[in-house]
């Protein structure tokens, strides 16, 4: 039992959604009497909630909403946790139960030892103090002395790369300087338990390699326990020992990586016609929803060949007149890997303006990847490709078969690679 630093007993998590009285679109007429009775309803309702301690919430109806049901697991000292979902699976609201934002509201988590957190950016900082104010304000809440924080205030400038910006209000530091600080913070003050959600996305690539490894020494090294929350595949199969699948607030997975992904990935649609209107893992302003996925061989089959065609059609539904926006579609291997990431803008497509509903298709003719089974994630930008308009993550599935008589008996698998690159040779030495 020492060895646990992390135990989960039947831990729930309910909130209070507020809605419309749904009888309102029936009614011919709303009454004054009507609006005068739903106010004194809610007002009532709310001034009690108050009273009590409970959640406020506006609305003439309440829902109660089980963000998490009866999730219990324990984790070891030095051990990575991680902890995939699809979008509302309850990921965020388990760690910030982890991290004592909020309280759950049935059962209980046990921690031993000190708790460091990296949940959203700029979590923990006061905007009007210095960098290297917030590094002792950060160190004096996770319980570390004055002297504690001395000694390792270097290596946390030296990790964050923030030197030169040191003594600047934090209130002027972008995203990306937020998180280079924060996670440097709560990586080197030595914290038992080490909580980091997705907010590392939000840093550059070489940042996030060195995160990585930095939470790859913590847990190997120094016998710290991380729970780490990541959509990115290939980083949860490569750090952690053991991942958790949420959907819906439950566990439906708890097992080593490679088959809580498989579990995960599963849940893509399979077909060649994948409808995406109430697909919830999604990034979106709602200036457009991409409603469809359509996919075949060129010539409306089924069966996609290596070697073979590839048509893919993405149907949207545009909320507001877009002007030139880009097209693409993220192609991801079994493991949830990127493959490739087509842009409709890079083969010189340019879409001009475009409202209401819209159809864009892109072909792929010879298709150079080995036999297997793929993902996609399509995907709608503006014209500049600094914003996701719409971006359904991993949505459909479709399989490539190896082409009968290709290369003779020897057979592709994808295990030796993902793209095929088509090359010559002949022996120059010895004639």
């Given amino acids: 039992m020492s060895d646990t630093t992390i135990i989960v007993e039947n831990l729930s998590k309910s909130y209070l959604v507020g809605h419309k009285r749904g009888d309102q679109s029936n009614k011919r ?19 009690t909630n108050s ?28 051990e990575v946790l991680g902890i995939i979902g699809r979008n509302g ?15 759950p509201t049935e059962g209980r988590v046990l921690l031993r030892g000190q708790v460091a957190s990296l ?4 979590t923990g900082f006061h905007q009007e103090l210095t960098g290297r104010e917030n590094i002792y304000l950060n160190g004096a809440i996770l319980g570390m002395t004055r002297v504690e ?27 990306g300087m937020y998180v280079r600080l924060a996670f440097a913070v709560a990586a080197f003050l030595e914290p038992e338990i080490l909580v980091v959600d997705e907010v590392l996305a939000v840093g550059d690539a070489d940042f996030q390699n060195k995160c990585i490894g930095k939470m790859n020494s913590v847990a190997a090294a120094e016998g710290r326990t991380v729970v780490f929350v990541s959509h990115n595949m290939a980083v949860v ?51 457009a929803r991409i409603t469809k996925l359509e996919f075949d061989d060129g010539c409306n089959g089924t069966v996609i060949f290596f070697g073979g065609n590839l048509r893919i059609r993405i149907h949207a539904q545009l909320t507001a007149t877009l002007n030139n926006p880009v097209f693409g579609v993220v192609i991801h291997d079994a493991a949830g890997v990127p493959v490739s990431n ?49 971006f359904p993550r991993m949505c459909a599935t479709f399989d490539v078969h190896p082409t009968p008589g ?26």
């Fill in 119 to 122: 949940l959203e950016v700029g």
């Fill in 406 to 431: 290709k290369f003779g008996d020897l057979m592709l698998q994808q295990s030796w690679g993902k793209v095929f690159i088509p090359s010559q040779w002949e022996v120059v030495c010895p004639q």
């Fill in 89 to 103: 699976a309850g990921k965020s609201t388990l760690l910030k139960i982890l991290s004592r934002i909020t309280d």
């Fill in 149 to 175: 924080i001395c000694r390792k205030f270097d290596e946390i400038v030296a990790f964050s790369e923030l030197e030169r910006f040191l003594d600047t209000p934090v209130k002027r530091y972008s995203s």
């Fill in 29 to 47: 007429h709303t009454t004054l009497r009507d609006v005068i009775g739903d106010n004194v309803r809610n007002l009532v309702r709310n001034a």
């Fill in 237 to 287: 199969q490569h750090l952690c020992q053991r991942a958790i699948l949420l959907r819906n607030g439950s566990i439906v997975c708890d097992d080593a990586p490679p088959a809580v992904i498989s579990q995960y990935l599963s849940d893509a649609v399979a077909g060649n016609i994948v409808e995406l209107q109430s697909w919830a893992d999604r990034t979106t302003t709602g200036e």
């Fill in 51 to 78: 009273v009590r301690g409970r959640q406020v919430v506006l609305g003439d109806q309440v829902e109660e909403f089980w963000a998490l049901k009866d999730v219990s697991f324990e984790v070891k000292r030095g």
């Fill in 342 to 390: 087509v842009q409709s803008i890079n083969e010189g497509l340019y879409t001009g303006t475009m409202s209401n509903e819209v159809l864009v298709q892109a072909d792929f003719p010879n298709l150079s990847l080995y036999p297997g089974r793929y993902l996609l994630s399509p995907w709608i930008s503006d014209s500049a490709r600094q914003r996701a308009i719409d």
